[in-house]
């Protein structure tokens, strides 16, 4: 992997001369976040990480908060136990892939926005959050201007809740109390009773549906692809004008929208897995 090569070259003694301006605590963190890459499919525990480093646990723990808020790690509960985070998908390559996500995805979603005749967009996940990376817009005179790079509500997104359906049930209700409910139509989910009860419904048929939840007259549909451990690094959605004619044909363009979440899951190199 060539985020890998370069943490090793930056972060292991034999890789770096030993010089009087090399800064230790650096080396150490990206000595840590190869050892969190190399870990196992299910995360590495701090004790472990300690242990490997041959660091206290609380000079352990201080470096992957570091880590965790620049997005290098991320941890899981129970446990917690670390993974590595989206700043490595960013950079390329962790997957197995020389390319990153958003060039991966585009020949796919090109294809599908001629398929369905809707603006298609690429979200990786950010933290159990949808940030869109990059969007391929429909045939036609219709334009949805929406913005990249930045986050957008989870609840009421297809592709956020197609990222949400991975979760635990504990993690989606710890992100919808830091994020809230914020109202945007009289479709948006109101409660976490009635946003979870969308979830269940989500997990049974793959894909995720933003019925006119989050502006008036409008629809999208999304889909969850993964990596090479089976973790959820993104989603897939397709939005478009709301018809009588679309609505009756929402299991059709689901499936083609989940078919494409599947040939990024491909191109990944990755594999889905059952939720916890």
Avoid: W
Wanted: glycine share 8%; proline share 3%; aromatic share 4%.
């Amino acid at each position: 992997m060539r985020v890998l090569r370069i943490i090793r070259t930056m972060s292991m003694g034999e890789y770096m001369p030993d010089t009087s301006d090399r800064v230790a605590s650096v080396a150490r963190a990206l000595n840590l976040v190869e050892r969190v890459v190399q870990g196992p499919s299910d995360g590495t525990s701090l004790s472990e990480l300690a242990r490997a480093m041959e660091l206290s646990k609380s000079s352990t723990l201080a470096l992957l908060r570091t880590l965790a808020d620049a997005g290098y790690v991320r941890a899981r509960d129970p446990g917690p136990r670390y993974f590595p985070g989206m700043a490595l998908v960013r950079l390329g390559d962790l997957s197995g892939s020389t390319q990153p996500i958003d060039e991966i995805a585009q020949s796919y979603i090109h294809q599908l926005s001629q398929e369905t005749g809707m603006t298609i967009r690429v979200a990786i996940n950010d933290g159990g959050r949808a940030m869109f990376l990059s969007r391929a817009d429909a045939p036609g005179a219709i334009r949805f201007h929406t913005m990249l790079g930045v986050r957008e509500l989870t609840h009421v997104s297809s592709a956020g809740k197609a990222i949400l359906a991975q979760l635990g049930n504990d993690e989606i209700a710890k992100i919808i109390e830091e994020d809230g409910l914020e109202v945007r139509t009289k479709k948006t989910h109101k409660t976490l009773a009635s946003l979870m009860k969308d979830i269940e419904d989500i997990r049974e048929r793959k894909y995720a549906i933003d019925d006119e939840e989050d502006v008036d007259g409008v629809f999208c549909l999304g889909a969850a692809f993964f990596d090479h451990t089976g973790e959820c690094v993104g989603a897939v959605s397709a939005t478009g004008i709301k018809s009588s004619a679309r609505e009756k044909r929402v299991a059709f363009y689901g499936g083609l929208v989940l078919k494409c979440a599947e040939s990024i899951t491909r191109e990944l190199r990755g594999k889905s897995r059952e939720r916890r």
